[in-house]
């Protein structure tokens, strides 16, 4: 498929910190494809950067044909976005905002009214368009953002942490519109998150983001299949050894570790694979107690690269005024 | 080229729409200069008597005004630090438009609202009795009060644009508004300064912007009315030229 964004070694430093350290990859046309991340990683940075909003310190990019530091303008011209931060105008209705929008970006007249009443269709927001932002709930605001980012028919649709602060429902609803207007529009996206669900359920590639590196890009699928498979941990009563003994014999368990009384057996489609553990153990009268199944996530292949979590908290003043914000705007 | 227009166009259109959409941050904007009018001008302006025949009141009015275009000019240029990083100006920096357009546009906008602020100023003013002498130079008085607001508009957009944060911000814009606010003939004449003090009045624009706009509304004024327009519109193109390099020089967030 034909590549729409190419970045090659891309780097920013502020002062002494390399917020993004030589990061490489690229997106085909209609993918969806997403940087995953923890605070910090760098993701709206090499957004920005991709986005022309930042001058990288090194290496180049080349997005929708254009390369962001020798034509920032065509950039411009060709890709939409939606802000970590909220940018919509609170004293507007949301109608202006589009409208404003669609002026910035000198859409004509005639076909102005049709791109954002098409628009705040594709959101559901056609009943809200005459409200003033200021009394739209979390959700909405972060479905009319999505809306005024496609408003100029953009090549690429940058998405910075499209449901951050939303309760798990909005969340859902949010990424049916993503991948809707994916299908429909065939846009390509580029999205952060730090939601592990979100890159999963939502991105046909994932690059995983640390202390400005990319250290895993790939499938969801591929990822996570790179950990050869599920973990069955089996907690028995009585007979540890002889059960430990019979499955090491067994074939289809790829590894087998002993904590306490928990047996974990590193396995590929633990579900099928109970059944006939279960047997075993009543051949041999190993009285087990529970049996519980583990299926990979990509939270587990980013532990395995990176050796923690996603989800770490970390406070910097940015922060501080975005749960200020997040606050006013509920 | 009708680009540039339009950015320019739609930054205006919604600090206008703003404007007159948001009542309370209206009243809340006439607060100081009332309370000027009310302590200054009649309070003190009991007990003082200018040589020059021409009321207190009626001299610290155009002073007061100057000083209300001076505080929220600054503050509206300064905004763009907050906005850099949080507010709708990252949806216009992303957009195809040229940096100056942004600035001019933002400058436009921000002179638009002062100038209708300072309007209501003089209404209430005369409301509590201030005399507007009628003359050819009285339309003027909208001149002089673009150019106060597009001179620190810029200046506030310049400081927005160079200082990255919050904390050093307070401090850097008073460490401008004071002087540039109490060095001017606003609220005393200059002529009553040592001077030294005085001489440093001349270097400040607002002592010319406040001088035409006491020309305009009274009649009487300390410079001939083409040295205040022409240190305004000198000022004017300095302060723009500034702010539109230090603004295209930023980064964003
Ligand atoms: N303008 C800036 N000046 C200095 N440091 C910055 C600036 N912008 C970002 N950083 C730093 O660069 C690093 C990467 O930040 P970035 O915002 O790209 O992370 P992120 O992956 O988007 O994280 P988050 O999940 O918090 O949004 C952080 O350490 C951040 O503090
Ligand atoms: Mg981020």
């Known amino acids: ?330 | 080229m009708t680009m540039e227009f339009n950015a320019i166009y739609v930054l205006w259109l919604r600090d206008t729409i703003r404007f007159v959409r948001a009542k309370s941050r209206i009243i809340g904007m006439l607060m100081m200069p009332l309370f000027f009018l009310l302590g200054l001008g009649l309070g003190l302006g009991s007990l003082v008597q200018l040589g020059s025949g021409i009321s207190y009141f009626d001299f610290i009015v155009p002073g007061i005004i100057g000083m209300s275009l001076l505080f929220t000019s600054i503050f509206t240029g300064s905004a763009v630090l907050w906005d850099r990083q949080f507010g709708f100006l990252k949806e216009i920096m992303v957009t195809p438009n040229s940096r100056t357009s942004i600035v001019i546009g933002r400058i436009m906008g921000g002179a638009t609202t002062a100038i209708l602020q300072s309007i209501l100023v003089i209404v209430i003013a005369m409301l509590i009795g201030f005399h507007v002498v009628l003359s050819a130079y009285t339309a003027l008085a909208i001149v002089f009060m673009a150019l106060i607001a597009a001179t620190f508009i810029s200046l506030g957009l310049t400081l927005g644009s160079v200082i990255n944060d919050f904390q050093g911000f307070q401090l850097v814009t008073s460490f401008f508004t004071m002087p540039l606010f109490f060095l001017s003939d606003s609220i005393f004449p200059a002529s009553a300064l040592p001077v030294f003090v005085r001489n440093i009045t001349f270097l400040n624009p607002l002592t010319y912007g406040i001088d035409g706009l006491r020309i305009a509304l009274t009649g009487s004024g300390t410079f001939p009315v083409w040295i205040d327009l022409l240190a305004m519109a000198i000022s004017t193109v300095i302060f723009v030229l500034i702010a539109t390099y230090a603004f295209s020089r930023t980064d964003v967030g």
């Open chain 1, 1 to 330: 498929m034909k590549e729409i964004i190419k970045v090659s070694s891309l780097s920013k430093e502020f002062g002494t910190l390399k917020a993004v350290n030589g990061i490489s990859f690229s997106v085909s046309e209609g993918e969806i494809f997403g940087l995953l991340g923890p605070n910090g990683a760098g993701k709206t940075t090499t957004i920005k950067m991709l986005t022309t909003l930042l001058k990288p310190t090194s290496g180049s990019a080349i997005v929708a044909g254009h390369d962001i530091k020798s034509d920032p303008n065509d950039v411009r011209k060709r890709i939409g976005i939606v802000f970590q931060d909220p940018s919509l105008d609170d004293d507007l209705t949301g109608f202006e905002n589009l409208q404003f929008h669609a002026i910035l970006y000198n859409i004509p007249k005639n076909r102005r009214e049709k791109r954002i009443s098409e628009m705040l269709r594709l959101v559901e927001l056609e009943d809200k368009a005459s409200v003033l932002v200021r009394n739209y709930s979390g959700g909405m605001k972060r479905r009319l953002e999505i809306g005024r980012g496609l408003v100029h028919e953009p090549k690429i649709l940058f998405l910075d942490e499209p449901t951050i602060g939303l309760d798990p429902q909005t969340r859902r609803h949010i990424w049916d519109y993503i991948s809707k207007l994916n299908k429909s529009t065939k846009t390509t996206i580029i999205l952060t998150t730090h939601y592990i669900e979100e890159a999963d359920y939502l991105c046909a590639r994932v690059a995983f983001v640390d202390h400005g590196r990319i250290v895993a890009l790939d499938t969801p699928k591929n990822l996570k299949d790179m950990l050869g498979g599920d973990i069955v941990s089996v907690n028995i009563e009585e007979g540890m050894e002889r059960l430990e003994k019979v499955l090491r014999t067994v074939k289809w368990i790829s590894s087998i570790s002993r904590r306490g009384n928990l047996l974990e057996l590193n396995v590929k489609e633990g579900e099928k694979r109970i059944p006939e553990i279960v047997k075993l153990a009543d051949a041999r009268g190993v009285n087990i107690g529970s049996i519980n199944l583990h299926k990979p996530s990509l939270e587990d292949v980013f532990i395995h690269y990176t050796g923690k979590g996603i989800r770490e908290e970390e406070g910097n003043w940015k922060d501080v005024m975005r749960m200020h914000r997040a606050a006013r705007n509920r």
